[in-house]
T-cell receptor, first 113, second 115 residues
Framework: GENVGLHLPTLSVQEGDNSIINCAYS??????FIWYKQESGKGPQFIID?????DKRQGQRVTVLLNKTVKHLSLQIAATQPGDSAVYFC????????????FGKGTRLHILP | DAGVIQSPRHEVTEMGQEVTLRCKPI?????LFWYRQTMMRGLELLIY????????DSGMPEDRFSAKMPNASFSTLKIQPSEPRDSAVYFC?????????????FGDGTRLSIL
């Protein structure tokens, strides 16, 4: 069935370096993608989103890239800080203005001192 | 602004007991979603409402689960009778309706343990 998946379950990055978290999706009809950050004991927190008519969107220290040709989504975090330690989820809607979104399994970002 | 508020934050009860989880969405949001999160299955959508009306409950695991939204500012998820396999973190999320897509905003969840 349709699925959103993540390539790496755990990513370790040196503090100050850039982080790149990847996500593959399989539903070619999806037109809206979201990245969430989940810290221990908290709910997923919205980071940034992107619509399928864009291939890049930037926020504060974060950039999301969308490659529809290969159905790939990535989240780039610049100058990674200890506070960036969390699990990151990508999510996609199912297209056709569906109200539901489907979450990937998540990638844990570990910051090395 | 207050975010999505869930209560209780933690619930421990014995199997067979009724469990009621509560959610207050962000004011003005038209959609409300209930999710369950476990290590094995990740984040699963259980049910969602639009303007207080249940739209899709295909994710509700069994008849033991029920959800209501009596008004725009309150929703409950009930499990009766509860079983140990229901142990999980339950999240509520809400979002606004716009012409274009909008992100969901999550509460901090209820950690449920059924003994």
């Amino acid at each position: 069935g349709e699925n959103v998946g993540l390539h790496l379950p755990t990513l370790s990055v040196q503090e100050g370096d850039n982080s790149i978290i990847n996500c593959a999706y399989s539903n070619s009809a999806s037109d809206y993608f979201i990245w969430y950050k989940q810290e221990s004991g908290k709910g997923p927190q919205f980071i940034i989103d992107i619509r399928s008519n864009m291939d890049k969107r930037q926020g504060q220290r974060v950039t999301v890239l969308l490659n529809k040709t290969v159905k790939h989504l990535s989240l780039q975090i610049a100058a990674t800080q200890p506070g960036d330690s969390a699990v990151y989820f990508c999510a996609e809607n199912m297209g056709d203005r569906d109200d539901k979104i489907i979450f990937g399994k998540g990638t844990r970002l570990h910051i090395l001192p | 602004d207050a975010g999505v508020i869930q209560s209780p934050r933690h619930e421990v009860t014995e199997m067979g007991q009724e469990v009621t989880l509560r959610c207050k969405p962000i004011s003005g949001h038209d959609y409300l979603f209930w999710y369950r999160q476990t290590m094995m299955r990740g984040l699963e959508l259980l049910i969602y409402f639009n303007n207080n009306v249940p739209i899709d409950d295909s994710g509700m695991p069994e008849d033991r689960f029920s959800a209501k939204m009596p008004n725009a500012s309150f929703s409950t998820l009930k499990i009766q009778p509860s079983e140990p396999r229901d142990s999980a973190v339950y999240f509520c999320a809400s979002r606004a309706f716009r012409d274009s897509n909008q992100p969901q905003h999550f509460g901090d969840g209820t950690r449920l343990s059924i003994l």
